[in-house]
């Protein structure tokens, strides 16, 4: 049943309805893409597959441009999202490590590209390298413009330039109403037709009920740019909930960085 989704979703195409311009799914989007749109019992299975353990996570370094940062020789994934969102709860999570994100939390370094190295090993053992990386907070209504255009540029650069950047994960507030600045930072994604998945977090502090109403809703209000909705995932660092999905579309990215020609 699996094989026959997987082979359907395969040959779908999405297109993200920006400026009149289509966005063809490349490899990496067309199976975020597919797993955005597998029914719930195909993503269980395709999550209880995905079987990752870290064996080894640490803070590398804090880059203040994309020139600056080490070399892409390792499939990359970046965490982004508003200041408070619960990026470096998700990162700590993740990696089984408490103080991990906290480390490269000093001021100064919130602004900058934080590079962590993560070695990870499959359900047969083979390992596996790869970088996570924090990126500052967007929103932040305190921060002077000039500061401002700064992040956005730098930000740019790094999205746009990281040719190992295989996948973004934009983490979303679970309790709020549908914000502005995360739909307009989503599509923005969509313009750059970059590869990503949606994280709602926090999904402990609500009902379950209110969490799908929340996660419904900011679906609902991105549906005006996309024709199908990008592939997303619910958390919660204190549960623990939704690292196998965020595992599973890790691991499955990284298959495709060993395959690329
Ligand atoms: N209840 C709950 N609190 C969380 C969760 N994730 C983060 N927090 C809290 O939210 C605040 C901001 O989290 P942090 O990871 O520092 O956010 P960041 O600014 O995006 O890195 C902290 O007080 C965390 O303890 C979560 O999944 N559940
Ligand atoms: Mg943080």
Redesign the pocket.
């Known amino acids: 049943m699996l094989g026959a989704c997987v082979g359907y979703y395969m040959v779908v195409r999405i297109f993200f309805r920006h400026g009149g311009k289509g966005r063809k799914a490349g490899p990496v989007s067309s199976f975020l893409w597919k797993q955005g749109r597998l029914s719930k019992q195909a993503k269980s299975f395709l999550y209880y597959l995905a079987r990752v353990n870290i064996k080894s996570a640490a803070y590398i370094i804090s880059s203040p441009s994309v020139d600056q940062c080490p070399l892409a020789d390792k499939p990359e994934y970046a965490f982004i ?10 990162i700590n999570m993740i990696c089984n490590h408490q103080k991990l ?1 906290k480390t490269s ?1 000093s001021p100064g370094k919130t602004q900058m590209i934080n590079h962590f190295s993560v070695v990870s090993a499959d359900e047969k053992g083979k390992e596996q390298g790869w970088y996570l990386v ?1 990126l500052p ?1 967007y929103g932040y209504a305190k921060v002077a413009q000039g500061k401002r255009k700064q992040w956005t540029k730098m930000i740019e650069e790094y999205l746009r330039k990281r040719e190992n950047l295989i996948n973004i994960f934009v ?1 979303i507030d679970s309790r709020h109403k549908p914000q502005q600045i995360d739909l307009q930072f989503i599509n923005q994604l969509g313009a750059w037709q970059l590869p990503f998945t949606i994280v709602f ?5 609500s009902t379950q009920r209110e969490v799908a109403a929340a996660v419904n809703a900011f679906l609902e209000a991105l549906g005006a740019h996309w024709e199908a909705m990008p592939p997303h995932i619910v ?5 623990h909930l939704g690292k196998k999905q965020i595992f599973a579309t890790i691991e499955q990215c990284n298959r495709l960085w060993n395959k690329r020609p």
Do not use: W
Request: aromatic share 0%; no cysteine; proline share 0%.
């Open positions: 999202g508003r200041s408070n969102v619960g990026k470096s709860s998700l994100a939390a924090d907070g983490l977090t926090k999904a402990d502090k958390s919660s660092a204190v549960k």
